[in-house]
């Protein structure tokens, strides 16, 4: 069974400051999409970035990049510049390439805070 | 356009009780999937239907869940004779197709709390 762990439940970062989530997985597959999604208190799930598992460059959107090791099965998120407005639950989850159905496997999610 | 928009946004109910939570995708999406999110849990994968078709119901925790989706559009998950377990956020997701990869955008979600 595909799995997704992240160990860190809770996190804080000064505003302006650097912080890494971190997320590792579980598959036998060896083309599949990773990514990271962020949750506000809104409830509204938001697509922060994705990785192809079949490149090898790291995935990057604007202060958002990914630390993507596949032989290591790890998928880090590094969230450069923080802002206040980046206070949310982080989701890491992974969906099989050319699966039938394209429904993602979620961990269970890092709480990061920002503090000003 | 607009958005996914799940109703009702809070539901509170009776243990025993059955609930519909209603799923109104993305206009044109044809693919829609449920997911719930127990208290200090990760998204948990419900059903997916691609048009109006559930190829798969395995996720579903019991069989006093169903879904159905109705004219490849609204979607509506029903709990019959709710428990306290059910408790949780039930979040609807739709995306242009099924497979492979195509962003899923998510609705707010219904937050149900079984008393």
Not at chain 1, 69 to 92: N, V, W
Not at chain 2, 38 to 58: H, M, R, T, V, W
Request: glycine share 8%.
């Amino acid at each position: 069974a595909q799995t997704v762990t992240q160990s860190q439940p809770e996190m804080s970062v000064q505003e302006a400051e650097t912080v890494t989530l971190s997320c590792t997985y579980d598959t036998s597959e060896s083309n599949y999409y990773l990514f990271w999604y962020k949750q506000p208190p809104s409830r509204q799930m938001i697509l922060v970035i994705r990785q192809e598992a079949y490149k090898q460059q790291n995935a990057t959107e604007n202060r958002f990049s990914v630390n993507f090791q596949k032989a290591a099965k790890s998928f880090s998120l590094k969230i450069s510049d923080s802002q206040l407005g980046d206070t949310a639950m982080y989701f890491c989850a992974f969906t099989n390439y050319g699966g039938s159905q394209g429904n993602l496997i979620f961990g269970k999610g890092t709480k990061l805070s920002v503090k000003p | 356009g607009a958005g996914v928009s799940q109703s009702p946004s809070n539901k509170v109910t009776e243990k025993g009780k059955d609930v519909e939570l209603r799923c109104d995708p993305i206009s044109g999406h044809t693919a829609l999937y449920w997911y719930r999110q127990s208290l200090g849990q990760g998204l948990e994968f419900l059903i997916y239907f691609q048009g109006n078709s559930a190829p798969d119901k395995s996720g579903l925790p019991s069989d006093r869940f169903s879904a159905e989706r109705t004219g490849g559009s609204v979607s509506t998950l029903t709990i019959q004779r709710t428990q306290q377990e059910d408790s949780a956020v039930y979040l609807c997701a739709s995306s242009f197709a099924g497979g492979n990869y195509n962003e899923q955008f998510f609705g707010p979600g219904t937050r149900l709390t079984v008393l």
